[in-house]
């Protein structure tokens, strides 16, 4: 069974308006099911697509042909002879991140340095660019902090213009060991994983999280890497990080009217009512029985 959505910021879709001609949209398809995406895009926007998890395809010309796009890689889409309307077909557990930019917005940021573009120089400019490669760890970081962040609603915009516009200054970035001696700790692929395995970890068992010794012991880290690690990657604590994970499982539990109060203060780890009823206050600013 396949569900679509098309253009809503509901369900696995989310865009955000970063400014004229300049949009990220982030793609979670976190059920068992396959489902599809789709948005118009004009044959102006360059398209960045960066799968961080999971497994998920382009489908173009009603399904004529199709692109795969695979866990840690990136897809760069431009054709300026054709509407590439995106139509991405996503596997169960599935996270997509894209940057969609016009082309002339592009310009405004490259314009002197066009020729060091691979696909807007004077002999390429009027050709379509199809490019998949592999997501370094450092591009891994930034898309994950796109994903995972906890920042004023005041905020939002200028702190996801920022990481777009990081985005590009890495991937255009051509020393390959430009950024390597900001993050030493970052820069190794193997602790990066240890760090999404610890965030893995605290959502599986969020009802009896492990302790911070505990968690750093099962990933392999140091305690003092875990933390730092862990707010590099995701913006955030080990333990805000999960507050905000469980008040937001509990207002999705809240949303489908088939649970009390109690039953999902359970399912997030409260023993009691009154203490969950605390923290979603704290969160939300107001009970759960007046949110649902």
Same mark, same amino acid.
């Given at each position: 069974?396949?569900?679509?959505?098309? *253009? &809503?910021?509901?369900?696995?879709? =989310? #865009?955000?308006?970063?400014? @004229?001609?300049?949009?990220?949209?982030?793609?979670?398809?976190?059920?068992?099911?396959?489902?599809?995406?789709?948005? *118009?895009?004009?044959?102006?926007?360059?398209?960045?697509?960066?799968?961080?998890?999971? =497994?998920?395809?382009?489908?173009?010309?009603?399904?004529?042909?199709?692109?795969?796009?695979?866990?840690?890689?990136?897809?760069?889409?431009?054709?300026?002879?054709? @509407?590439?309307? $995106?139509?991405?077909?996503?596997?169960? %557990? !599935?996270?997509?991140?894209?940057?969609? &930019?016009?082309?002339?917005?592009?310009?405004?940021?490259?314009?002197? #340095?066009?020729? %060091?573009?691979?696909?807007? *120089?004077? #002999?390429?400019?009027?050709? =379509?660019?199809?490019?998949?490669?592999?997501?370094?760890?450092? !591009?891994? $970081?930034?898309?994950?902090?796109?994903?995972?962040?906890?920042?004023?609603?005041?905020?939002?915009?200028?702190?996801?213009?920022?990481?777009?516009?990081?985005?590009?200054?890495?991937?255009?970035?051509?020393?390959?060991?430009?950024?390597?001696?900001?993050?030493?700790?970052?820069?190794?692929?193997?602790?990066?994983?240890? &760090?999404?395995?610890?965030?893995? $970890?605290? $959502?599986?068992?969020?009802?009896?999280?492990?302790?911070?010794?505990?968690?750093?012991?099962?990933?392999?880290?140091?305690?003092? =890497?875990?933390?730092?690690?862990?707010?590099?990657?995701?913006?955030?604590?080990?333990?805000?990080?999960?507050? @905000?994970?469980?008040?937001?499982?509990?207002?999705?539990?809240?949303?489908?009217?088939?649970?009390?109060?109690? #039953?999902?203060?359970?399912?997030?780890?409260?023993? !009691?009512?009154?203490?969950?009823?605390?923290?979603?206050?704290?969160?939300?600013? !107001?009970?759960?029985?007046?949110?649902?």
């Amino acid at each position: 069974m396949t569900k679509v959505i098309k *253009n &809503i910021a509901e369900g696995p879709l =989310k #865009e955000f308006y970063i400014e @004229d001609g300049f949009f990220v949209l982030k793609t979670q398809n976190n059920s068992i099911e396959k489902q599809t995406v789709t948005r *118009n895009a004009e044959n102006n926007l360059i398209q960045f697509h960066y799968c961080l998890k999971g =497994k998920s395809k382009f489908i173009f010309n009603q399904g004529r042909y199709h692109l795969d796009l695979n866990e840690e890689n990136l897809l760069l889409l431009y054709n300026p002879n054709l @509407d590439l309307p $995106i139509n991405l077909e996503l596997q169960p %557990h !599935t996270w997509v991140v894209s940057m969609l &930019i016009s082309l002339k917005k592009f310009h405004s940021l490259f314009s002197k #340095e066009a020729e %060091h573009i691979h696909f807007l *120089n004077s #002999e390429t400019k009027d050709k =379509k660019y199809y490019h998949s490669e592999k997501i370094n760890p450092t !591009t891994s $970081i930034i898309l994950n902090q796109i994903l995972n962040y906890n920042i004023h609603s005041s905020l939002q915009n200028l702190y996801l213009k920022a990481k777009c516009y990081e985005l590009l200054s890495v991937h255009f970035n051509k020393s390959d060991n430009a950024d390597l001696e900001q993050c030493p700790f970052l820069a190794d692929e193997e602790n990066i994983l240890k &760090i999404k395995r610890s965030k893995e $970890i605290i $959502i599986s068992r969020m009802t009896e999280p492990p302790t911070l010794n505990e968690l750093a012991d099962e990933v392999g880290l140091s305690l003092k =890497k875990l933390k730092e690690g862990f707010k590099q990657i995701y913006g955030t604590s080990v333990y805000s990080f999960l507050f @905000d994970y469980k008040m937001e499982y509990a207002r999705k539990l809240l949303e489908t009217n088939k649970y009390n109060v109690n #039953e999902i203060g359970l399912k997030v780890g409260y023993s !009691t009512a009154s203490h969950f009823i605390s923290a979603f206050k704290k969160k939300y600013g !107001t009970t759960p029985k007046k949110y649902s």
